[in-house]
């Protein structure tokens, strides 16, 4: 299931434990069975103890009795009794200050804290600003900690004093101008539950707004600061923002992008990269997506050893001879893995500070540089016509506990991260995750979006496993940007476009926390998720299949068969082609829950009621609300699953025209839609499903046709991919399959021509469902339409997908002595192929290659 395996997104190998921790008792295992929900209620397990027994809470300074309340507690929290706790809240703020145990006749256990904090601290904390504020040039250093001892600042070698304030719970200390650009971490003195001792964490700030390489100390600086203002950024021009629903969007990795890996690559115009980048500008892309540009904890900072004295750390490269090793060995994998926890890659889906840019793409990650040279990059792609996307992964950590690469919980420890009914820390995003229902990692989310959006105009944010939030977290992440005003704020915040991934799944799943931001549940907000279905339904099968050549309806499903026994017999094929077409229909309604059409089995159905694996297809309610993509940073690119499923002798050219169909599909639908850099350039990671750690050598996008598509670099990764060698190795020794210029410069002048009539034809820019309803319907859906091939008529256009290998002829009765043309667009276009596609008037009848989309557009007076 998509839902499952998302969980892998991000999935890295966490750091091991650091040197410094070697001396530490080993952490012990969860056991914190009782919450403390807030200041008078305890939840106790119905199933921990006897109920009629007393019960108490075991503090520093004595116990709390606990009384049972009448009327127990929510549906939530069923298995359990409800209990009163007989304190006076100064009681409860000096009793969470120390070690809590919950007691009965011959049980002790732990207790989770994070309700009974934020009944006691939010209303205050969630007021106040942390981390650097400046006023009239005097920084004030802010962290909340209302569980620590004590907390003091250790600031460029010295240690100074910290006020603590018992409302908030916030610490600060306010400071002379000559603070400013001075390294600094907190040392806090806290108990922590799971070492079961109170210790003391240097750590950095969370709110930090910039760092030393390798994050080890937080810097005290000022991001209005105009040292850190490039040339022209006060005056800054974006491109106009496009309604969200129009958003065509390229999802890029740094150092996919340039050799370079940095963000300085982004200001060079005469690039490779930055002149493709400019031509989908110029033909209607509007948003180039950047993978996490955040600081993430897995890559090492510092380029080289630095001259004199030790490093901190120093990036490796793979020590072999990659180009010269045979197109289908083991070998390139085995030496990039042998590098690959200490190279320069990594996805960075593995947050450490949420809030600084990413130090290993700056020129120098000891200081603000980064801070400089990532506006400078927002400026590069602003001139080439883009406005700048961020992923954004706040629902998890790198870290917990009293890891070295834990921030968060050696701070306020066991209040950050969800905790399981035993107390240990959720992990079904992959890591350690986080709290967003927590009233004060909520504020850091709002906190760390408005930041990046005001001081870096960052201008969209996706959202990294969004169904781990509360839709209430993501709704107040809107109202926040929303506030923001070109004369308050230099931005203007309703411009900002939010989406994210909607799946449902883990301890989360089916709002059993709180109302989650999962794809039916975002509908009408105006805030998208991705769009599984039609995904699927284009490419064929799911990521995770054991056989990856199931085929789906841009790779040959019943109409060009391959050899694999799991695409079942061609009556099984047949069907399951038809259902994927109404899955594809879907899709291209913006996949609306309520548009009504005639599904394939001859059926009024509306989005809703086509099934997409035992859910609704349909669950959008308004364009805008799903988007649309055939393939993203996650499992094979889209050129490597046509590899696997289309049959092996296909050849270059017609691949190529597969792909372009596969891309039409979510391109020329209602609503936004994205694509992965490259994509167009029929790019390749050597069949790689998970590259997050697989280094440049599988992961660059080649710009030059001439050096291929990277197709045939060895086998992918064992790790996640040794499963599919077999099926595999004769596609990669295959040189076949290794396009040369011609079919990779015609798929991307074909997928340009394509959003410039997606761009330019405002029937692709419909606001509502209603709109949608009145002028798109599909005349030939039903019991008699054509085996792959999608016929949708769109105001005065008439859009014909044919996925087979030969010409179709499809005749709409209805549209007969109308007068219909190919669009100017391919008609003067770059595909010689499509030029021959046809209208004959008198029968209504559309005639299209095979492997080709053809848009046509009536005569109009």
């Given at each position: 299931?998509?839902?499952?395996?998302?969980?892998?997104?991000?999935?890295?190998?966490?750091?091991?434990?650091?040197?410094?921790?070697?001396?530490?008792?080993?952490?012990?295992?969860?056991?914190?069975?009782?919450?403390?929900?807030?200041?008078?209620?305890?939840?106790?397990?119905?199933?921990?103890?006897?109920?009629?027994?007393?019960?108490?809470?075991?503090?520093?300074?004595?116990?709390?009795?606990?009384?049972?309340?009448?009327?127990?507690?929510?549906?939530?929290?069923?298995?359990?009794?409800?209990?009163?706790?007989?304190?006076?809240?100064?009681?409860?703020?000096?009793?969470?200050?120390?070690?809590?145990?919950?007691?009965?006749?011959?049980?002790?256990?732990?207790?989770?804290?994070?309700?009974?904090?934020?009944?006691?601290?939010?209303?205050?904390?969630?007021?106040?600003?942390?981390?650097?504020?400046?006023?009239?040039?005097?920084?004030?250093?802010?962290?909340?900690?209302?569980?620590?001892?004590?907390?003091?600042?250790?600031?460029?070698?010295?240690?100074?004093?910290?006020?603590?304030?018992?409302?908030?719970?916030?610490?600060?200390?306010?400071?002379?101008?000559?603070?400013?650009g001075k390294p600094y971490r907190y040392a806090v003195t806290v108990h922590a539950p799971t070492l079961r001792k109170t210790v003391v964490n240097h750590v950095t700030d969370p709110y930090s707004t910039a760092l030393t390489a390798d994050s080890t100390h937080s810097l005290v600086t000022d991001l209005a600061a105009p040292t850190l203002a490039p040339p022209g950024w006060q005056g800054l021009r974006k491109p106009k923002p496009v309604p969200f629903r129009d958003a065509r969007i390229q999802e890029l990795h740094v150092r996919d992008f340039s050799p370079r890996g940095d963000y300085l690559a982004f200001t060079d115009p005469a690039s490779p990269g930055m002149r493709h980048l400019k031509g989908l500008a110029?033909?209607?892309?509007?948003?180039?997506?950047?993978?996490?540009?955040?600081?993430?904890?897995?890559?090492?900072?510092?380029?080289?050893?630095?001259?004199?004295?030790?490093?901190?750390?120093?990036?490796?490269?793979?020590?072999?001879?990659?180009?010269?090793?045979?197109?289908?060995?083991?070998?390139?994998?085995?030496?990039?893995?042998?590098?690959?926890?200490?190279?320069?890659?990594?996805?960075?889906?593995?947050?450490?500070?949420?809030?600084?840019?990413?130090?290993?793409?700056?020129?120098?990650?000891?200081?603000?540089?980064?801070?400089?040279?990532?506006?400078?990059?927002?400026?590069?792609?602003?001139?080439?016509?883009?406005?700048?996307?961020?992923?954004?992964?706040?629902?998890?950590?790198a870290a917990s506990g009293q890891d070295d690469k834990s921030v968060l919980d050696r701070?306020?420890?066991?209040?950050?991260?969800?905790?399981?009914?035993?107390?240990?820390?959720?992990?079904?995003?992959?890591?350690?995750?986080?709290?967003?229902?927590?009233?004060?990692?909520?504020?850091?989310?709002?906190?760390?979006?408005?930041?990046?959006?005001?001081?870096?105009?960052?201008?969209?944010?996706?959202?990294?496993?969004?169904?781990?939030?509360?839709?209430?977290?993501?709704?107040?992440?809107?109202?926040?940007?929303?506030?923001?005003?070109?004369?308050?704020?230099?931005?203007?915040?309703?411009?900002?476009?939010?989406?994210?991934?909607?799946?449902?799944?883990?301890?989360?799943?089916?709002?059993?926390?709180?109302?989650?931001?999962?794809?039916?549940?975002?509908?009408?907000?105006?805030?998208?998720?991705?769009?599984?279905?039609?995904?699927?339904?284009?490419?064929?099968?799911?990521?995770?299949?054991?056989?990856?050549?199931?085929?789906?309806?841009?790779?040959?499903?019943?109409?060009d068969p391959n050899a694999s026994p799991a695409n079942g017999s061609p009556a099984e094929q047949r069907a399951r082609l038809l259902h994927t077409q109404d899955l594809i229909k879907v899709g291209l309604t913006g996949n609306l829950a309520a548009y009504r059409f005639t599904d394939s089995t001859g059926r009024s159905v509306r989005g809703a009621d086509v099934d997409y694996n035992g859910q609704p297809a349909g669950y959008a309610a308004a364009p805008g609300d799903a988007l649309s993509y055939a393939d993203a940073h996650d499992n094979e690119t889209l050129y490597d699953a046509l590899a696997y499923k289309l049959p092996p002798a296909t050849p270059a050219a017609d691949r190529a025209r597969a792909q372009v169909l596969a891309l039409a599909a979510a391109t020329l639908s209602q609503g936004p839609a994205l694509s992965q850099a490259g994509t167009d350039l029929l790019r390749s990671k050597s069949l790689d499903r998970n590259s997050y750690d697989s280094g440049d050598w599988f992961n660059a996008i080649h710009w030059n046709c001439a050096e291929g598509n990277g197709f045939g670099r060895g086998l992918p990764p064992a790790a996640d991919n040794a499963a599919k060698w077999p099926y595999a190795r004769p596609l990669l020794a295959d040189p076949a399959l290794r396009p040369g210029c011609g079919p990779i410069t015609a798929a991307s002048a074909a997928y340009r021509d394509l959003l410039r009539i997606r761009t330019t034809e405002k029937a692709f820019s419909l606001p509502t469902a209603e709109a949608v309803q009145s002028a798109l319907s599909f005349p030939l859906s039903g019991r008699d339409e054509t085996p792959g091939v999608i016929t949708m008529r769109l105001g005065d256009l008439v859009v014909v997908l044919n996925a087979t290998p030969q010409e179709r002829a499809q005749t709409v009765p209805a549209l007969a002595g109308a007068g219909y043309s190919l669009h100017p667009v391919q008609a003067r276009g770059a595909d010689p192929v499509v030029k021959s596609a046809s209208y004959t008037a008198g029968t209504g009848t559309f005639t299209v290659p095979g492997r080709t989309v053809a848009v046509f557009r009536g005569a109009t007076l």
């Open positions: 299931m998509r839902r499952l395996a998302v969980a892998l997104t991000a999935l890295f190998p966490l750091l091991g434990p650091s040197p410094a921790h070697a001396a530490e008792p080993a952490p012990q295992k969860p056991d914190a069975k009782v919450q403390w929900l807030d200041r008078q209620t305890i939840a106790w397990p119905k199933n921990l103890g006897d109920p009629t027994r007393p019960h108490r809470l075991v503090h520093e300074g004595g116990a709390f009795t606990l009384t049972p309340r009448p009327g127990g507690l929510t549906a939530a929290y069923a298995a359990y009794d409800a209990f009163h706790v007989e304190a006076t809240p100064e009681q409860v703020r000096s009793a969470l200050r120390g070690p809590l145990t919950a007691e009965t006749d011959g049980v002790t256990t732990g207790v989770q804290i994070p309700g009974v904090l934020d009944d006691l601290y939010a209303p205050a904390a969630t007021k106040a600003h942390l981390g650097p504020t400046f006023r009239n040039g005097r920084p004030t250093l802010s962290v909340w900690a209302p569980t620590a001892r004590t907390v003091a600042l250790e600031l460029d070698g010295r240690t100074l004093p910290m006020r603590r304030d018992d409302a908030s719970g916030v610490w600060s200390a306010t400071g002379p101008r000559s603070w400013a110029d033909a209607g892309t509007s948003y180039v997506h950047l993978l996490p540009v955040f600081d993430f904890a897995t890559v090492p900072e510092l380029p080289q050893l630095p001259l004199g004295g030790a490093p901190i750390a120093d990036q490796a490269t793979p020590p072999c001879d990659l180009p010269a090793l045979p197109a289908d060995s083991d070998e390139q994998q085995k030496c990039v893995a042998r590098t690959a926890a200490r190279d320069a890659y990594n996805w960075g889906y593995d947050p450490l500070h949420y809030t600084v840019p990413e130090g290993s793409y700056a020129s120098d990650p000891d200081g603000p540089r980064r801070t400089v040279e990532f506006r400078r990059m927002v400026q590069g792609l602003a001139g080439a016509g883009l406005r700048t996307v961020m992923d954004v992964v706040y629902n998890h950590t701070i306020v420890p066991g209040y950050y991260h969800r905790l399981l009914d035993d107390g240990a820390v959720a992990t079904s995003t992959c890591c350690a995750n986080t709290a967003p229902e927590h009233a004060m990692m909520g504020k850091l989310v709002v906190d760390s979006v408005v930041t990046w959006a005001k001081e870096y105009k960052v201008d969209g944010f996706r959202f990294d496993l969004m169904g781990h939030h509360p839709k209430a977290n993501i709704l107040a992440v809107r109202a926040a940007l929303d506030a923001l005003t070109p004369a308050k704020d230099g931005v203007d915040g309703k411009s900002v476009i939010l989406y994210g991934e909607g799946w449902n799944f883990g301890e989360v799943a089916d709002d059993a926390r709180f109302v989650q931001a999962t794809q039916k549940n975002m509908a009408g907000t105006g805030i998208a998720t991705f769009s599984d279905r039609s995904r699927d339904a284009i490419r064929g099968g799911g990521p995770f299949d054991d056989d990856p050549r199931v085929q789906g309806f841009a790779s040959g499903l019943f109409t």
